[in-house]
């Protein structure tokens, strides 16, 4: 399992500002935006040549995992959309009185 050791990047404050309002654009955090512009950077410089002229060897490095963290308001959006896909008639079936008897519903018992 990797782990993650923290790390401190200044920036000129005009860079900072673009990618502050492409994270918030983006919905993503800066961190993310960042990682993606590097690890674009990368594979570009693997494709390309050295400084002297010859092809450069391909940048080895471990895949981050599929799963990204993402904000807030990404986990929101994907709720509603998983909420809007249940058809009418099964919102119905659930009690009106939310978790008020539970024990009612789960067990049974009055």
Same mark, same amino acid.
């Given at each position: 399992?990797?782990t993650?050791k923290?790390f401190s990047?200044?920036l000129?404050p005009?860079?900072?500002t @673009?990618a502050?309002?492409l ?6 955090s800066v961190q ?6 590097? @690890?674009?950077?990368l594979? @570009?410089l693997a494709g390309g040549k050295?400084r002297n002229?010859t ?9 981050a995992?599929?799963?990204r963290a ?7 959006d994907?709720?509603?959309k998983?909420l ?5 008639r099964e919102?119905?079936?659930l ?6 008897h ?6 049974g018992?009055?």
């Open positions: 399992m990797a993650k923290a990047l200044s000129p005009a860079l900072r @673009e502050e309002n994270a918030k654009k983006k919905r993503r993310a935006v960042l990682c993606t512009a590097l @690890e674009r950077y594979n @570009e050295d002229g092809p450069a060897k391909p940048v080895r490095r471990k895949r995992p599929k799963h993402g904000s807030l308001a990404d986990f929101f994907a709720v509603q998983d809007r896909a249940v058809p009418k919102w119905e079936k009690p009106r009185d939310g978790a008020l539970h024990d009612r519903y789960i067990y018992r009055s």
